[in-house]
């Protein structure tokens, strides 16, 4: 029974929120405080995270950037502010996925599947992957780039691997989507290209003119075989 933790401070929505969550077999913890959440995110642990932006005390974009060090699971936000710039910001400071409210239940359903899936099909065995001073080890999730560990959330290292795994070749955002986000593309969804921008941020990369996690403009993405020292 996964675990979802719902951050929401409208309590008839959280409440409506979690019976349908529970009814179809998730446990469901409710907060409706930012500041207790943080602390509950980080002690609980639970598989999942739905995270509300507007709540008292502390924000959602406070919680995730809070908690992230401390919780490597999935950050789902559910709120009803809808622009770009709001959902942008959302993935680059951690979160995993961004739905907007309203939502049918059934959409967020799906969504938390698919953010499951992705979490939990980690092979646990002894794969590893050296580009140059890259060094990516996926039963440990641990990643060392000369010889720092470099501190990638859940997404971003099953990006990395997809990418790394197929080091030379371009990976079209929609198998991007379809074997690391868990859902088919639709067009239009960023979400991919900003974790891209982070991971090149965290993994010294050239942001202006990338060398090692290169835009292939009209196609994907491709991981240098040779760039990286």
Not at 32 to 53: F, M, R, S, T, Y
Not at 63 to 91: E, M
Not at 117 to 130: D, F, M
């Amino acid at each position: 029974m996964a675990h979802v933790m719902l951050v929401e401070d409208d309590i008839r929505l959280a409440e409506l929120t979690a019976q349908f969550l529970q009814s179809h077999g998730f446990k469901v913890s409710q907060v409706h405080d930012g500041e207790k959440a943080c602390k509950q995110i980080v002690n609980a642990q639970p598989d999942v995270v739905i995270l509300d932006i507007m709540l008292p005390n502390q924000d959602g974009f406070s919680v995730c950037r809070h908690v992230r060090p401390d919780y490597q699971g999935p950050i789902l936000f559910l709120t009803a502010k809808d622009s770009d710039f709001d959902q942008v910001r959302g993935l680059e400071i951690g979160a995993d996925d961004y739905v907007i409210k309203p939502v049918e239940p059934h959409v967020l359903l799906a969504r938390l599947n698919a953010l499951l899936r992705r979490n939990s099909a980690v092979s646990r065995n002894s794969e590893r992957l050296t580009l140059g001073q890259l060094s990516i080890d996926k039963a440990n999730r641990k990643v060392m780039l000369q010889q720092q560990e470099i501190e990638l959330t859940s997404y971003e290292f099953d990006l990395l691997w997809a990418l790394a795994s197929h080091a030379g070749e371009t990976q079209s955002r929609e198998h991007i989507y379809k074997h690391v986000v868990g859902r088919e593309y639709d067009g239009l969804d960023r979400s991919v290209d900003v974790r891209v921008s982070r991971l090149r941020k965290k993994l010294n990369d050239n942001l202006e003119q990338p060398e090692r996690l290169i835009t292939v403009w009209g196609k994907g993405y491709l991981c240098s075989k040779s760039a990286w020292g």
